[in-house]
C-alpha cells in the first residue's frame, strides 16, 4: 500500500512538472515577433540593369550570430518568425566583392528591433560599393599615340592599368570601406614618331562635396570618375605631354562635379621634384608604383611591382639594390651573390646581365634583361613577390638608371610585409 501510495504521489509530481515546463516553453514562444523584409538599391536608374531578386539576404542577431540565411530575396518568407531582441538584416550583390570587377557591386544592412506580437517592416537600401572608372581618349590623342599605359594607384597593394591594347576603358574599382583621398595617375607613351611622352599627376575630390555623404572627402563607393587625354604641344610643335580633364558623377543624383587635377609630386616622389618619375632634362622615366604594404598571408598581383623605364638616348645601366630590415632577407640576398653572382645588397646590373635571367629561372620565372641601347624596359619588381611575403620586414628597391650619355636618374619603392 506504501509502495502504491509512493508511485501515485510521483507520478502526480512528473505531471505537474511536466505541465510547468509545458508552460515555459508556452512563454518563451509567446516572446516573438515577426518580420517583413524589403530589399532595394539606392539608384533608381539602376533598376533597369540591376534587380535584387537574386540578392541574399541574411539575419544576425545582437551578438552577430546568424539567425537565418537565404539565398535570395525571393526565398525570404513573407513574414519571418523572431525571439524578441535585436538584429541587422544584410543583403548585397551576389558573390563577394572584388578590388576590380566588370559591373557594379551593391551592400546594405539595416538593424530592426523586434517586438512582441509586433510585425516589424524592415527594408534594407543597398548602396554601390565600387566605382566606374572611365578613361577616355580625344582622336587626336589616338593619332599622335601609337601605344600607352595609363595607371591609376590608390595607394593600395594592386594598381590599375588602361593600355592601348585594352578590351574596355572602363572597370569597376574597390577603394575599400574608407575610400581614398587622393589618386595618383601615371602615364607612359610613345608616339608615332618614336618618342617617349611620360607624365605624373595627383586626383583629389576637393572640387566634389556630393555624394552617398553629403560630407565625404574621399573617392568611394559610388562615384563614376572619368579621365579625358588629351596630347601637349610645345611651342616648336613636339608633343611633350598630355592633359588630363576628369570629372566625377555621384550615382545617387546623377550629378557631374568637375575636380582637381593637379600636376604635383605623387605619393611616391620626394616634395622638390618638379617632375616626379618622368621625363625631365635627362630624357629618362623612372616611374615606379607607389610604397605598398601587404599582409604575409596574401599574394598580390605580380603586376602591381612593374617599374617602367625609358631613356632618350638609350640605356646604359639599371641597377638595383634592395635594403631591408629583415636579416634573413639579407642572408637570402647575400645567398644569391655567391650561387648566381647577383649582388642586390650593393646593386645588380640589369642590363645585359644573364646571371639575373638565370636566377629567376631557378625561382620558376621568366625574366628578359634589356640589351645596352635600348630604350624601354619594364622591371618586374613583382616577381619578388612570391618570397617576400615570408620575410616580414621593410623592404626598399633603390634603382639608379644610365644613359648612354651619363645622365642618371634614382627612384626607390619601400614595400612593408607585416604578420596580421
Partial sequence: MKLQNTLLAGAIAIAALSSCCNEDAFDAMEQTGKMQV?????????????EVTDFPVIIYNAAGTQVYSYSTVADVPANVTLEVGNYNVESHTPGAISKKMTAPYYKGVQDVEILKDI??????????????????????????????????????????????SSTANSTYWYFGEEGVESLKVNFRGVTTTGSTVAASYVLTKSMADESYDDDRKN??????????LNPTESTEGNITSITINADVTFTETNETVDIEVVDKPGFNEEPDDPNPGGDDETGITLILPADMSFNSSTQPDVSAGDTNIAAEKGLKSITVSIASTSSD???????????????????????????????????????????????????????????????PGEHTFNLTVTDMEGNTKNGKLKITITTE
Fill in 38 to 50: 524589403a530589399v532595394d538599391i539606392a539608384k533608381p536608374q539602376a533598376r533597369a540593369t540591376t
Fill in 119 to 164: 510585425t516589424s517592416q524592415v527594408n534594407v537600401v543597398c548602396k554601390m560599393q565600387n566605382s566606374k572608372i572611365i578613361v577616355n581618349y580625344s582622336d587626336e590623342f589616338r593619332t599622335v599615340f601609337s601605344t600607352w599605359e595609363i595607371t591609376i594607384n590608390d595607394g593600395s597593394e594592386t594598381a590599375l592599368s588602361f593600355t592601348n
Fill in 219 to 228: 573617392f568611394g563607393g559610388g562615384d563614376a570618375i572619368t579621365l579625358n
Fill in 329 to 391: 632577407m639579407n642572408k637570402s640576398l647575400g645567398g644569391l651573390n655567391d650561387e648566381y653572382g647577383v649582388d642586390f645588397i650593393n646593386g645588380a646590373e640589369i642590363v645585359d646581365n644573364q646571371n639575373v635571367v638565370a636566377l629567376f629561372a631557378s625561382l620558376g620565372q621568366t625574366l628578359e634583361v634589356p640589351a645596352e641601347g635600348q630604350k624601354e624596359y619594364t622591371f618586374p619588381i613583382g616577381n619578388f613577390f612570391g618570397f617576400l611575403v615570408i620575410l
